[in-house]
């Protein structure tokens, strides 16, 4: 409430203050519309200041005039169905004066608004959007050090990463809709909220919604992440980009040239190809014509290829790794390896008609263990480095994600003023985690033995010698889990839009349908024999999809979007066969019965639906200056394993299991938007947004006493009983001076609050690594305070080099900086414990014993109430041009993390930031200073993925034609 009245406050003062700047002696807008192939003078076309109120239509000999227009710089759109539509943007008004503006009108064949003709600079961004919606274009890629979508996404105010997961305005990280082209391309079962990768070069634009979408996107209760792929053109064009960080190995030590030798730390042996090429697709542009058959309209193609094969920042590797799904170790030679390919075909049979025919597909190799969120066991949010195997990496598991999808897509003009698209697509994922192609029966349990040089224990108070039970890694042995799933999904899409009037309504309508089939095995210890200590197993086989309808309404200047959604999904015939099934002991009579209230039948299968209204409304209160409002439901259907996990057959021995939920329902968020943008002139744009996000109906784990075969053990189940909290404000700021200088500044302050950071909680309860909580909200895991970016890019064309004290600056260059820095990871915090003399509490051995409970009753005193070491870092991209003989070339170096800050991403407790040797520790971890003793012993905490990756400089050049 506090931050809803300080935006309230802080936005009346702005509307206030820009008012007053407004209040000055008016000017006008005149001119003359005509045709731009008969020089006809045009009746009834609608000419409106984007951002105001001020607008006019022509008259019976084409003129129109706009009187009483504050002075300023104003972008003037004009429209008309059957004509192209314009965009004028830096036209200026003066006080008193009257500008001249004609228009020439381009016909057009397709549906109104689906060309737009931009005069002058390209709008910063839209004054008149009703949601958050940033779009960022393939220039804007190229020019930063990204590599990756996650990357791009991870650099947008409001988003956390976080553990390589993504946070949208505080969700949790399977919350947020991935989508390719506009067809989603997420794997349901791996819990990362991603799925299938493709390179930056692949990329027109990347769209990220993180609040206010419309009623077309679902499936997402945080954010919309849109990537729309590059088409073919009229020529051909090809690129292929190399950049490496290693150079041989000379002295690291070397001045400048050092950080890029092999013996450097700041050299993770990284190498990045890139090849693409585009342009008329040569058999039936050429090859075909030439033997006499001719297909009406042109053909274009694109494709792309990419790899990025590193040994990361952390300074170990696997001797070798293989993949058991994707060609051995042919497509691993490092610790890190990625892969991805598009190949695309686009037919435009005529001006109305266009067919779309594309296939992707990317693999990942690695050992990051969050690559996969497990139903069986807990996965610490913690990064993936697999530790305990530093010195037998070779016996971790590997992670093989495979993902593939092909796709067609129609897009059909029907008149002036209606068109439709049809999108099918079949989308494979598929991830193996195992040890280098074993099967579980191959696995044995790992060992942390005895090694040379033997360390002694002396006990001062006795003459018996120890020795030390070894140091914490594993020196036999595998992990301890083998994992397959796959999901095979089927989707038929369909979208028509129809404009009535002169373009002040536009409605949208639209369905999907999907139907899957998911395969899952997850066995833990499998040195217990047969399915391991831990299993479960299933095949199934769901359908989902959904209805929606919107219209978007423009009337003098104010823009409404409104539109209701109704996602369906039937769960299957696995889960209604288990329903109905008696020797399900972990279904409740209870349960069975509410399953069959809270589902309808169709067709003898069951279903559940959930509707989701929306509206946003965004509206002039001065000029260039808009008001947005936005209100929603936001739904998601819960993870796979939390429905399906054991409802089938069961062999598992382990004592602590959580099953699946066949009733549960939709998690869903109720979301609120408020925000005001302003334009000061043309390069010159100010965003300020408050948001209030209430979600409920999360899923979380409850214990039960179980029946039957479960007599007398407790078992875990998912209800949704969860819920969470969040809340912020957002400022963007954006400014352009000329084609020399952009830039941004962006920050948010937020607040995520919850019962719980994750859905174990019970389960962890249950197994006694957790305590029983409170039901209070806390703050989240995830939760990040403050953040705030700065970009600067310089772009100097060639022959635009000025002079400086006499000296003319080289030109034909780009140079761009990224600045970021943002609030600590939150941790929970152990205090020195102190005895009723207040002095401090040792163990035996005189260790000093630090605890997050220090009145004793059983919960931590303040649960992820403090903020480790703040985060910041500067990455930096510089690119030299070159033209030599007729190709264009690239020098480039990219450089992350410039001043080498140390981000500490694993937290001690006790200090906030990142544990150094001498540092006070919790008795949980193995302090150095008072090491362990006794069997099982855990690693020293020297854990070199408790930092994020230090400096890193990459070197390489571009070929372009």
């Known amino acids: 409430m506090k931050i809803g009245l300080q935006l309230g406050l802080l936005l009346c003062l702005v509307v206030t203050f820009f008012n007053m700047l407004s209040a000055q002696e008016k000017g006008h807008i005149q001119g003359r519309i005509i045709d731009a192939e008969n020089s006809e003078a045009l009746v009834g076309v609608n000419v409106f200041i984007k951002g105001t109120y001020y607008g006019a239509a022509t008259d019976l000999e084409g003129n129109y005039r706009i009187a009483n227009v504050n002075p300023g710089v104003y972008t003037i759109e004009v429209s008309m169905l059957g004509y192209k539509k314009v965009q004028n943007t830096g036209v200026m008004v003066n006080t008193g004066e009257t500008s001249n503006l004609d228009f020439k009108l381009e016909p057009t064949v397709l549906a109104f608004g689906q060309e737009v003709v931009v005069i002058g600079e390209k709008p910063l961004f839209n004054i008149d959007e009703t949601a958050s919606r940033r779009s960022i274009s393939s220039s804007e890629i190229a020019a930063e050090v990204v590599e990756s979508v996650r990357d791009i996404v991870a650099n947008q105010v409001g988003v956390v990463k976080s553990n390589d997961e993504i946070h949208i305005r505080g969700g949790r990280s399977y919350e947020n809709a991935f989508l390719i082209d506009g067809i989603s391309v997420q794997d349901p079962l791996s819990g990362t909220g991603f799925g299938l990768e493709l390179s930056t070069d692949a990329i027109e634009e990347v769209e990220v919604i993180t609040g206010g979408f419309n009623a077309e996107y679902g499936q997402a209760m945080s954010g919309i992440i849109n990537v729309k792929t590059k088409e073919g053109g009229d020529q051909y064009h090809g690129s292929v980009t190399y950049k490496r960080d290693h150079f041989g190995g000379f002295d690291s030590g070397t001045p400048v040239i050092g950080t890029l030798s092999d013996k450097s730390r700041h050299s993770f042996r990284a190498d990045i190809l890139e090849v693409s090429l585009s342009g008329p697709e040569p058999v039936f542009e050429t090859i075909l014509p030439a033997i006499g058959l001719n297909l009406p309209g042109k053909f274009t193609f694109f494709g792309t290829l990419y790899m990025f094969i590193s040994d990361t920042y952390l300074g170990h590797s696997a001797g070798n790794l293989v993949s058991s799904t994707f060609h051995g170790s042919q497509f691993a030679p490092r610790q890190d390896n990625n892969w991805s390919g598009l190949a695309k075909l686009t037919w435009k049979m005529s001006p109305t008609t266009k067919l779309i025919v594309s296939g992707k597909q990317s693999v990942s190799i690695d050992q990051n263990a969050q690559a996969l969120q497990t139903n069986l ?187 209701l959604r109704l996602d369906y999904w039937f769960p299957g015939k696995f889960v209604e066969d288990a329903v109905d099934n008696p020797q399900i002991v972990t279904i409740s009579d209870q349960t069975r019965q509410e399953f069959k209230e809270d589902t309808s039948n169709f067709f003898g299968r069951r279903y559940r639906a959930r509707l989701s209204p929306r509206i946003g409304i965004s509206h002039p209160i001065s000029d260039n200056q808009m008001l947005f409002f936005s209100y929603g439901h936001f739904s998601k259907r819960p993870k796979p394993q939390f429905v399906y996990a054991k409802l089938g057959e069961n062999s598992a021995k382990s004592s602590f299991q959580k099953f699946g939920n066949p009733n549960l329902n939709f998690e869903t968020t109720v979301a609120y938007e408020f925000g005001l943008r302003h334009k000061f002139t043309e390069n010159d744009v100010l965003t300020l947004t408050g948001y209030y996000r209430d979600i409920f109906d999360y899923v979380t784990t409850v214990n039960f006493r179980g029946t039957g075969r479960l007599t007398g053990r407790p078992f875990t189940t998912y209800l949704n009983l969860d819920y969470a909290r969040s809340r912020g404000i957002e400022f963007e700021y954006r400014k352009r001076a000329g084609s020399f200088l952009t830039g941004s500044i962006s920050g948010s302050y937020a607040i995520a609050t919850g019962k719980s950071s994750s859905p174990d909680d019970a389960f962890l309860v249950a197994q006694g690594t957790l305590n029983e909580k409170p039901i209070t909200e806390d703050f989240l895991i995830w939760d990040r305070p403050w953040q705030v970016s700065a970009v600067t890019n310089f772009h100097l064309e060639k022959g635009r080099g000025p002079r400086f004290l006499g000296v003319k600056i080289p030109d034909n260059w780009n140079l761009n900086i990224r600045f970021f820095a943002q609030a600590g990871k939150r941790f929970t915090p152990y205090s020195l414990l102190l005895d009723s003399q207040g002095n401090p509490i040792t163990e035996q051995n005189g260790r000093p014993v630090y605890d997050d409970d220090l009145d004793l009753n059983g919960e931590p005193d303040d649960p992820f109430g403090k903020i480790g070491t703040t985060w910041s870092w500067v990455n930096l991209n510089f690119e030299k041009y070159f033209r030599i003989l007729g190709l264009n070339y690239t020098f480039l170096v990219e450089v992350s993390n410039l001043f080498d800050r140390k981000n500490p991403q694993i937290i001690n407790p006790v200090t906030g930031r990142a544990y150094e040797f001498g540092d006070p520790t919790p008795t949980f971890l193995n302090d150095p200073l008072f090491p362990e003793t006794q069997a099982p012993v855990t690693p020293f905490p020297f854990n070199p993925a408790r930092y994020l990756t230090q400096r890193n400089v990459r070197m390489g050049f571009s070929v372009r034609f």
Do not use: C
């Open 377 to 563: 066991e807990f996965v610490e949010p913690n990064p993936g480095y697999p530790f305990s195997f530093q010195n037998l990496l070779d016996n971790a598991n590997t992670f093989t994600h495979l993902n593939k999808q092909l796709s067609l897509s129609w897009t059909h003009t029907l008149n002036a003023q209606s068109f439709y698209e049809l999108k099918l697509s079949r989308f494979f994922t598929n991830l193996r985690s195992d040890v280098n192609g074993k099967l579980w029966p191959e696995y044995e349990e790992p060992q942390d033995i005895v090694t040379q040089p033997i360390q002694y224990i002396f006990n001062e108070d006795s003459s018996i010698v120890s020795v030390f039970p070894g140091d914490g890694f594993w020196d036999f042995g595998n992990d301890e889990t083998w994992h397959d799933h796959y999901v095979e999904e089927y989707t038929l899409k369909f979208d028509i839009t129809r404009y009535v009037g002169n373009g002040e309504h536009e409605f949208k309508a639209g369905f999907e349908t999907s139907f899957a089939e998911m395969q899952v095995i997850d066995i833990s210890k499998p040195w217990f024999g047969g399915l391991g200590l831990n299993n479960d197993t299933y095949l199934v086989n769901p359908a989902y999809g959904d209805f929606y309808i919107q219209d978007q309404l423009h009337f003098k200047g104010l823009i409404a979007n409104v539109g």
